[in-house]
T-cell receptor, first 110, second 115 residues
Framework: DQQVKQNSPSLSVQEGRISILNCDYT??????FLWYKKYPAEGPTFLIS?????DKNEDGRFTVFLNKSAKHLSLHIVPSQPGDSAVYFCAASAGNQFYFGTGTSLTVIP | DTGVSQDPRHKITKRGQNVTFRCDPI?????LYWYRQTLGQGPEFLTYFQNEAQLEKSRLLSDRFSAERPKGSFSTLEIQRTEQGDSAMYLC?????????????FGPGTRLTVL
């Protein structure tokens, strides 16, 4: 049972434009959400997180939005850069267990 | 380099053999997690330690899997009587603090291939 879903396996964006990566979840008990970036042959690297008491968190070019009523979160990257090309995972937790989506492969075209 | 390290990076074994992986977390990180990742999937939670205590275990973790963190520093994950379905990337992560609301730092993973 996949509690965290990323329905877009891949996304291509022109350099300088906005990248929007989406994530849906089913468990209303999740209270903490995270985005990770992963390059080949490396472990995931933390990008940004948001608590369920907030609806937006911003860090430089990265912004995460949380819509609790829709059980949906998104990651916006503005402006997108070629170095952002990677696989992006969203994750959610309730307590000490973390549940990851299947990832979205982002390609930023120069 | 003070990041999370894992050893070995790759392991090829025959079905039925036992394997053991090691994870060295960032020093002074009291929380340590093991995950398994298969092709096309995200990391799946396996187990969690706070210091030396194993506080959470996924029901995915069959009785062939055992993890330890004897002194609250490094951790080992052992798989007994390996099966082909155990082939995956095994990831370790660590974090600090008393709250789970802290960034997890991942190691590079150990890729297991069971022939």
């Amino acid at each position: 049972d996949q509690q965290v879903k990323q329905n877009s396996p891949s996304l291509s964006v022109q350099e300088g434009r906005i990248s929007i990566l989406n994530c849906d979840y089913t468990n209303s008990m999740f209270d903490y959400f995270l985005w990770y970036k992963k390059y080949p042959a490396e472990g995931p690297t933390f990008l940004i997180s948001i608590s369920s008491i907030k609806d937006k968190n911003e860090d430089g070019r990265f912004t995460v939005f949380l819509n609790k009523s829709a059980k949906h979160l998104s990651l916006h990257i503005v402006p997108s850069q070629p170095g952002d090309s990677a696989v992006y995972f969203c994750a959610a937790s309730a307590g000490n267990q973390f549940y990851f989506g299947t990832g979205t492969s982002l390609t930023v075209i120069p | 380099d003070t990041g999370v390290s894992q050893d070995p990076r790759h392991k090829i074994t025959k079905r039925g053999q036992n394997v053991t992986f090691r994870c060295d977390p960032i020093s002074e990180h009291n929380r340590l997690y093991w995950y398994r990742q298969t092709l096309g999937q995200g990391p799946e939670f396996l187990t969690y330690f706070q210091n030396e205590a194993q506080l959470e275990k996924s029901r995915l973790l069959s009785d062939r899997f055992s993890a330890e963190r004897p002194k609250g520093s490094f951790s080992t994950l052992e798989i007994q009587r390996t099966e082909q379905g155990d082939s995956a990337m095994y990831l370790c992560a660590s974090s600090s603090g008393s709250s789970s609301y802290n960034e997890q730092f991942f190691g590079p993973g150990t890729r297991l291939t069971v022939l």
